[in-house]
Antibody, heavy 123, light 108 residues
């Protein structure tokens, strides 16, 4: 059974940093692209970023709203995905989901989602 | 960036009735579109990929259709567990994989 479990969320002040983690199990983690998707309270879904596998040089892409502030990394030996968030803004307040990606059409879509972890940015 | 527009924003349906949800793309996404279901307090769940293929374990009452810019998710006979918010997302012109704003299916 595919499982994705996020952790690391919490309350931080604007300008601070936070690192989210996602522990994956039930599939060959190293074979998959992985995404982060977020959802502000009461709002819709927003794609945050993607990291590819070792074979794709662990390349990454980011949404314009987080480019330069957020960094995605992975540790295939630990079946773990990370989201490093710097210079956090109030508008980054959201539930952050870790998702497994099915690569297709040069991009792909998320087929499994974690339960999410809440990040609150407030002074 | 492709804009995805879902309609209606809210759909009121009686249990046992059918529901039709629409998703429109600002430019063609071919059939590179997925539908997700999200219940309160839960993560989204993949329903449909490739515009019309049901994901593993999804009941046959869910069907997707369309290509290019116009897509439809049909629920043939709503069960109590189907009342939720539904999102479409395109993955043709990427990044980013843009989502629609969602359609809430509520009990009438």
């Amino acid at each position: 059974e595919v499982q994705l479990v996020e952790s690391g969320g919490g309350l931080v002040q604007p300008g601070e940093s936070l690192r989210l983690s996602c522990a994956a199990s039930g599939f060959t983690f190293s074979d998959h692209y992985m995404d982060w998707v977020r959802q502000a309270p009461g709002k819709g879904l927003e794609w945050v970023g993607r990291i590819r596998q070792k074979a794709k040089s662990y390349s990454t892409n980011y949404a314009a709203s987080v480019q330069g502030r957020f960094t995605i990394s992975r540790d295939d030996s630990k079946n773990s995905l990370y989201l490093h968030m710097n210079s956090l803004k109030i508008e980054d307040t959201a539930v952050y989901y870790c998702t497994r990606v099915v690569a297709v059409a040069g991009s792909g879509y998320s087929d499994y989602w974690g339960q999410g972890t809440l990040v609150t940015v407030s002074s | 960036e492709i804009v995805m527009t879902q309609s209606p924003a809210t759909l009121s349906v009686s249990p046992g009735e059918g529901a039709t949800l629409s998703c429109r793309a600002s430019q063609s996404v071919n059939t590179n579109l997925v539908w997700y279901q999200q219940k309160p307090g839960q993560a989204p769940r993949l329903l449909i990929y490739g515009a019309s293929t049901r994901a593993t374990g999804i009941p046959a009452r869910f069907s997707g259709s369309g290509s290019g810019t116009e897509f439809t998710l049909t629920i043939s006979s709503l069960q109590s567990e189907d009342f939720a918010v539904y999102y479409c997302q395109q993955y043709n012109n990427w990044p980013p994989g843009t989502f629609g704003q969602g359609t809430k299916v509520e009990i009438k």
